[in-house]
């Protein structure tokens, strides 16, 4: 048997020898097809030579993301099954990611879980592993906000695809490669799909209007998508290929980017004009899905530009009353992960909806929702749940506050084409609202006892009161406030120095905030230390050293800030040694503290005849660290003290 195997190993390794070249040469075909996004003619290159017995991590990581990259989920789960089973180990995290993805597109929630698990493991940091590990019941979440919509499939849905529906006069604005008119030599080979036109209906006729193209003047013979119009129907922003005088322009890895650009309509020719490129495009990176904000002043879209997260991020630019535009800037890492968000909306209410896969969601892209009113982005993030969302890719999600009336596009598997556009209306509210119990116990800070009656308010970002209440007779009190916005939680009691603290946006989770509240007089008398009073630290000074520390000097200052405070007090200043050394050199040295702490305290701009000093030396320790007895330098360090004694 062994002699078999040998002979087998050997005949092996002879094919292997006389074929590889031809197969290196195939796989490398197939590599030149996957860096330039030919992902269908990439898939079935890689195949064959799969299918032949050759497999390398490269290989199986390309055609993976080949079948990933065009939502063919259930062969990607398979090709990365085998990927990180067999090569777990020389695979980076984002194949487990992806293929956690994969497997729940096809149902697999539990083998899901536990490869997001090992994800988690290996990337602490990730925005995706955080997300998973606080929300690991995250389909109970997405529950929540489930069965809400009622759902239609477009009426001029066709065999072909249909997506990115966009609000337009009395209609709608969508993306379709439904004309089957185009030349085979304009077919895109990411799909083997053809290109993408833009196409308008009005949808207010029922089923009376008729689809037509946007005109020559907005079309081209590559990609135009996304799109978004502004209230009057004058200005276009829209996503196209990246073109140099009609003919496209690939970057220096060969692919053909995605720009915005910009058309006027005007009336007199009846036609789209004026139609550029805005200028925060480029030729290294992708600019696409616009989206404008309800006063129309802020542009929306999705970029894989510098200063991204993953693969690509949602940004905003300010539109200028003079045309020109701001500088892109990142929504952040609250809305952004390292996987892909993108198609952004935003609604009348200021409810941003976007798409991504990074968030906890059912498989592949999921439309989200969060609250951006007053231009803050850290809001909750909520999967708005089935029956918009699904198993595959759910995206362009577009919204009427007024109507409850919508659209979005999918790739489920019911659809009549590749991608489908879907009309819905909402039935019940998202659950966007966020509840947050905020719980504590007031105290007073020197005795520590509780204090009841105390009163706590809730103050939002424009000093206006909102909620209040008082403490029990255990001094607790407990508050329920909007975290979809940042609040001041306040308290305040008759005779105490009132205290607060901001609680940002969040997450929702109950957050405990206790108070200790200072009083604004102080209630002592004569032989009290004020040390005590105030809850300062020790003054401490270094062995056989009499200069304060720097340490030391902040609660020296808080000595002379309630001098200030009150006037007509007095102290006296009491140092101390450790002790080490001889009794009378001791003596001397205490009385050398105390005087540098005096000193200290004049220099800073308190009366001489306020202030008095003795030293004690070692005659009161405040352990048993004296003569004979051996200490940790811990232990002795606690006896180098001064102590500030109240006189008057």
Known sequence: MKKSIQIFLFAFTFICTITSFAQDKLATKGDGQYEEYSFSPAIDIYKKVLDKGYVSVALLKNLGNSYYFNANYKEASEIYKRLVKDYGEEVGPEYFFRYAQTLKSIGDYKEANAVMTKFSEVTADDARAKGFKEEKDYLKEIKKNSGRYTIKSFQYNTSYSEFAPSFYKEGLIFSSDRDTGNFARYRHTWNSKDFLDLYKVNTSNGSDSLVSKLGDDVNTRLHESTSAATKDGKILYFTRNNTVEGKYKKDEKGVIRLKIYRATFVDSINAWSNIAELPFNSDSYSVAHPALSPDEKTLYFSSDMPGSLGASDIFKVNINENGTYSAPTNLGDAINTESRETFPFVTSEDVLYFSSDGHPGLGGLDVFATKIAKDNFDGAI????????????????????????GYFASNREEGKGADDIYSFIENEPLLLDCNQQITGVVRDKISNQVLVGASIKIIDEDNQEILSAITDSKGAYSLELDCNQGNFVRALMEGYVPAEEYIGKSDGKA?????????????????????????????????????????????????????EKYPSLKIKVNSHTDSRGKDSYNLWLSQKRAEATVDYMISQGISKDRLSGEGYGETKLVNDCKNGVKCAGKEHELNRRSEFIILE
């Open 382 to 405: 909520v999967n708005v749940g089935e029956s918009i969302n699904s198993k595959m890719d759910d995206f362009t999600f577009i919204f009427n506050e007024e109507t409850k009336k």
């Open 511 to 563: 957050k405990i905030i206790d108070f200790y509240l200072e009083r604004d007089k102080i209630l002592a008398g004569f032989g009290d230390d004020l040390a005590k009073l105030l809850q300062l630290s020790t003054i401490y000074f270094d062995f056989d050293k009499y200069i304060i520390r720097k340490d030391s000097e902040i609660e020296v200052e808080k000595v002379i800030a309630a001098m």
